[in-house]
């Protein structure tokens, strides 16, 4: 949507896939800010978060990042002269970021009566500051991940809560064209079907985080549109709560994002994505998905097996073939047949050839405006097809292997750009530059070229 840095609001829990590892910036158990080319080598962190069990509740796996810029541009702020602010918040400093603030937040348009009530009793909230600052690196691979997002315990929770909403997203899906199993896959990844929405006040994160100034012009941004909520009368000040970062209700918009997909489904005057009640937040999860470009019957993917001796030169989501073209390649749906006509598809190996193979469509990049993770987009498509009584994975991962952490990670590029097979620089992040890299140094040496960034690869380049 943008090619811009994006910066992960991440929690408890990192997950770093081999073939592609997500990058963490600041933040929470949401996330936030400009989604980049999910082609670029630069891609988020897909986060869990583990809770107590509840009647719907399994551990959350991510949520949607920024989306969209505000119609009206916020005048910059001037940062921080030292970081004095971040290391020993005070009420004193607070105070005078505050009004500075809110004359910056009069000038986009926010009445002083908004300002007088958002703020009313807002102070910073250390157990933010405390959150943002420690966000330690854990490594799952794409597996192990999966196990936890597509559980036995997510699809039945899921089947219960389309079952006991299925009204509400036959009428979703009849006007937004997406299929109500993707709705409610993407509920059950956000919140565990609403069990885990976030109880941080949003106005008091967003400002204590903008106050902190590590990335001050970003979390202003994100409480302007906040603000912006608030004035358009859609929930009250104490009643906007959601994550530590910024992400709110059933599906974890960002205020910038529920601006502009938020819609009001059940008519009564006001986009209610946080109340009991999920009808808002999932039609407004649909139409973000339709304005992205989702096609209805157009499957995200489906499981392939590879005939031997395939060309790996033409896996990755950069090769776009028609269904005719992978047929007549041999390739055939692991349940048996050929490839259905849906339009242009790529042949993707998340785990390498030893792996899961995809055919993906369209749809999948879909789901990638969501969040561009390819675990995200795997664990959604695939909930969403067991959710509706398809059958798990008949393929195998090579569960012998772990992640790379992000040290090695920088490693294998550093290595990789003195053997001379990667010029994209070092980043740590496994994005489709890398695999090509990967890609070109395995059949320098003779093996199989499937472009997957493993231990192995690292240990030959050592």
């Known amino acids: 949507m943008w090619r811009s840095r994006l910066v992960r609001l991440a929690g408890a829990l990192v997950l770093a896939v081999p073939t592609m590892v997500m990058a963490l910036p600041p933040a929470t158990s949401l996330r936030p800010e400009m989604r980049p080319d999910p082609r670029a080598d630069s891609l988020p962190r897909v986060v869990t978060v583990s809770t107590q069990a509840s009647p719907l509740a399994v551990p959350r796996s991510i949520r949607p990042q920024l989306r969209g810029a505000l119609t009206a541009t916020l005048p910059t702020a001037t940062p921080p002269a030292t970081t004095a602010a971040a290391d020993a918040p005070t009420t004193e400093g607070f105070s005078d970021w505050l009004r500075g603030f809110q004359a910056r937040a009069r000038s986009a348009g926010i009445r002083q009566a908004t300002l007088d009530q958002a703020f009313s009793g807002v102070s910073v909230l250390p157990r933010v500051l ?18 936890s997002a597509v559980s036995a315990t997510r699809v039945a929770n899921g089947r219960t809560a389309l079952a006991r909403h299925r009204d509400i997203l036959t009428q979703i899906e009849r006007r937004y064209g997406v299929e109500a199993e993707v709705v409610v896959a993407v509920w059950g990844l956000e919140s565990a079907y609403g069990a885990m929405r976030g109880d941080t006040d949003i106005i008091a994160a967003m400002a204590t985080l903008a106050y902190d100034g590590r990335r001050r012009d970003f979390f202003e941004e994100q409480l302007i549109a906040a603000l912006r909520i608030l004035q358009a009368g859609d929930v009250s ?7 530590w970062a910024g992400a709110m209700g059933h599906t974890q918009f960002m205020p910038t994002s529920y601006l502009e997909h938020a819609v009001d489904f059940d008519g009564n005057g006001r986009r209610n994505i946080w109340s009991d009640d999920p009808v808002d937040a999932l039609a407004s999860t649909a139409n973000y998905l339709r304005h992205f470009g989702w096609t209805t019957g157009q499957p995200w993917g489906l499981e392939v097996v590879l005939p031997q001796g395939f060309d790996f030169s033409l896996t990755g989501e950069q090769v776009k073939r028609p269904a005719s073209f992978w047929n007549a390649q041999g390739v055939r749906l692991a349940a048996g047949g050929q490839i259905p006509d849906h339009g242009d598809a790529s042949i993707l190996l998340p785990a390498g050839h030893r792996g899961v193979a995809l055919v993906i469509f369209n749809n999948f990049h879909v789901i990638e405006r969501y969040n561009p993770a390819d675990a995200y987009v795997i664990a959604v498509g695939h909930l969403s097809d067991r959710i509706i009584g398809g059958e798990a994975f008949r393929g195998s991962w090579p569960r012998e292997d772990r992640a790379l952490t992000r040290a090695e990670r920088e490693e294998l590029q550093q290595r990789l750009v003195t ?24 059949a320098s040496v003779g093996w199989v070229p499937d472009g997957y960034a493993s231990l192995r690869v690292l240990e030959r380049l050592r």
Do not use: K
Request: glycine share 10%; hydrophobic share 30%.
């Open 130 to 147: 405390e959150r943002d600052r420690n966000q330690a690196e854990f490594s799952r691979a794409l597996w192990d991940y999966l196990d």
């Open 237 to 243: 000040p104490r009643q906007m709560t959601g994550s």
């Open 419 to 442: 053997a001379g097979f990667h010029r994209y620089g070092v980043d740590g992040i496994i994005g489709p530059q890398t695999i090509d890299s990967v890609r070109r140094f395995q």
